[in-house]
T-cell receptor
Framework: EAGVAQSPRYKIIEKRQSVAFWCNPI?????LYWYQQILGQGPKLLIQ????????DSQLPKDRFSAERLKGVDSTLKIQPAKLEDSAVYLC??????????????FGPGTRLTVL | DAKTTQPPSMDCAEGRAANLPCNHS???????VYWYRQIHSQGPQYIIH???NNETNEMASLIITEDRKSSTLILPHATLRDTAVYYC??????????????FGRGTQLTVWP
């Protein structure tokens, strides 16, 4: 089966600009996650969707970050306006079943964002 | 949330077994231990998970101590392609956090020829 797709793979912007990332999860996967990975650290969860609803966005900086998952399939993550500290890799992951099911998360290749 | 402690780096000769330790002394009885790895410039990749019993799959073996406070990931015959950051994760399954993974800094495993 096809993996999790993300685009773009790389993005360079100046601070205060806006940027959007796109994720296409594995077909049929109910749960979708967005992570932020700063250089040298492990991924940090930003937001979790189950189908098209938000399960948890407690770690999402809502003053500048937003995310949506229309129709419960593709998802976009937006940053507006970007700050220098937003430079990171943004990873999307999906999981087949929701809830307390012991199935793993599949990760995309990520989008590397550089804010100048 | 259960936290894990891993050594920041390890190395291993190609063809030898790589044994990656992880401490998770605050783990709860129904929390699973997951291992993922991340090869440079790629997303994390699932390796294996377990609850109480030792587990083995085509990639690795997972040994969990009887008190469940620590575990060891074993790559039986390491290859250069196994060079990656390995994350030991206790999966939280409470309320809205069902299925969430909390990543630490992991262990950088370097396999040398």
């Amino acid at each position: 089966e096809a993996g999790v797709a993300q685009s773009p793979r790389y993005k360079i912007i100046e601070k205060r600009q806006s940027v959007a990332f796109w994720c296409n999860p594995i077909s049929g996967h109910a749960t979708l996650y967005w992570y932020q990975q700063i250089l040298g650290q492990g991924p940090k969860l930003l937001i979790q969707f189950q189908n098209n609803g938000v399960v948890d966005d407690s770690q999402l900086p809502k003053d500048r970050f937003s995310a949506e998952r229309l129709k419960g399939v593709d998802s976009t993550l937006k940053i507006q306006p970007a700050k220098l500290e937003d430079s990171a890799v943004y990873l999307c992951a999906s999981r087949r079943l929701a809830g307390n099911s012991y199935n793993e998360q599949f990760f995309g290749p990520g989008t590397r964002l550089t804010v100048l | 949330d259960a936290k894990t402690t891993q050594p920041p780096s390890m190395d291993c000769a190609e063809g030898r077994a790589a044994n990656l330790p992880c401490n998770h002394s605050t783990i709860s009885g129904n929390e699973y231990v997951y291992w993922y790895r991340q090869i440079h410039s790629q997303g994390p990749q699932y390796i294996i998970h377990g609850l109480k019993n030792n587990e083995t799959n085509e990639m690795a073996s997972l040994i969990i101590t009887e008190d469940r406070k620590s575990s060891t990931l074993i790559l039986p015959h390491a290859t250069l392609r196994d060079t990656a950051v390995y994350y030991c994760i206790v999966r939280v399954d409470r309320g809205s956090t069902l299925g969430r993974l909390y990543f630490g800094r992991g262990t950088q495993l370097t396999v040398w020829p």
